[in-house]
């Protein structure tokens, strides 16, 4: 029997753009991994959003 779900053992993308995230240049910030603070902004920005329609 086939798991489609795997644990999530590393982050490797990026939460902001989604692409893979590079060794040397990350951008740490609440427990997540981003490339850079413009991506980690997009994906609170973004997080943001959809609580902001989930309250109407
Ligand atoms: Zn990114």
Redesign the pocket.
Known sequence: METETKPVEKQT???????P?KKLKK?YRDGKY???K???L??VSAKKGAEEEAKK
């Open positions: 993308n990026c939460l902001g753009c989604n692409k995230l951008y981003y490339c850079t413009k991506c980690w997009k994906a």
